[in-house]
């Protein structure tokens, strides 16, 4: 594998879709071959099975089947985008991973261990190589998420429903797991995008050796 694949982790509303685009285009500024895509989505498989998870009349949804669903949606995209394009040499750079699944999931009561073995299969075991997790208190995220819809005259969706208890168990999983793990950089999601933008690109430049 040649390329280089970078994840963009955190709670809702952490600001994660706005530096993924700033990145890209600054790669693209700078000549790189990037791609960008995002999960649940990506593919056009991808992208149906995103509409029946993040639909809120689906209560009835078991936390196993969310999770095969979300696993399935990201075997797509690792297997019809994410794979070909790193062996073609680019900078992938995708809007969540199997690290959501670890923490949403997960915060559901399921099995960690059983859902990395799910997502290994899932992926054939492809892991980023760098991922920045951009961090902020639940309750500020879901703020900004609920303001960003209502602007859209738009709903919130199944997950993002959930309460500030669960939001919050999914941010200190990604704390938890930033602290243990070298291949994520924490950064603090309360400031500016610009200065969030520049953390990020100092330390691209690094890891792509630019
Ligand atoms: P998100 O990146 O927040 O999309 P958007 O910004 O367009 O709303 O992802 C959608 C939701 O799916 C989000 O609440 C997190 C959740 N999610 C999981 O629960 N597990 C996963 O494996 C992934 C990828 C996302």
């Given at each position: ?149 209502r602007a859209a005259f738009g709903g919130v969706d199944r997950i993002e429903e959930r309460d500030v208890g669960y939001h919050e168990a999914v941010r200190r999983w990604f704390l ?13 999601g309360t400031r500016s995008v610009d200065e969030v933008a520049e953390e990020i690109w100092q330390d691209v430049r690094v890891v792509l050796n630019l």
């Amino acid at each position: 594998m040649t390329g280089i694949f970078i994840t963009f982790e955190g709670p809702d509303g952490a600001g994660k879709s706005t530096q993924v685009a700033r990145l890209s285009e600054r790669l693209r500024g700078v000549g790189i071959r990037c791609i960008t895509t995002r999960e649940p989505g990506g593919t056009a498989i991808s992208d149906r099975i995103r509409s029946i998870l993040l639909d809120p009349s689906h209560r009835e949804m078991a936390p196993r089947t969310e999770a095969l669903l979300y696993a399935a949606s990201r075997a797509q995209l690792v297997s019809q985008l994410i794979r070909p394009s790193l062996e073609g040499g680019a900078v992938v750079i995708c809007d969540r991973y199997v690290d959501a699944s670890l923490a949403y999931q997960g915060a559901l009561g399921l099995d960690r261990e059983a859902l990395r073995a799910l997502n290994r299969w899932a992926t054939g075991g492809l892991t980023p190589d760098r991922t920045y997790l951009l961090d902020v208190p639940a309750a500020l995220g879901l703020n900004r998420v609920k303001a960003a819809r209502r602007a859209a005259f738009g709903g919130v969706d199944r997950i993002e429903e959930r309460d500030v208890g669960y939001h919050e168990a999914v941010r200190r999983w990604f704390l938890d797991q930033a602290r243990r793990s070298r291949r994520y950089l924490l950064i603090d999601g309360t400031r500016s995008v610009d200065e969030v933008a520049e953390e990020i690109w100092q330390d691209v430049r690094v890891v792509l050796n630019l």
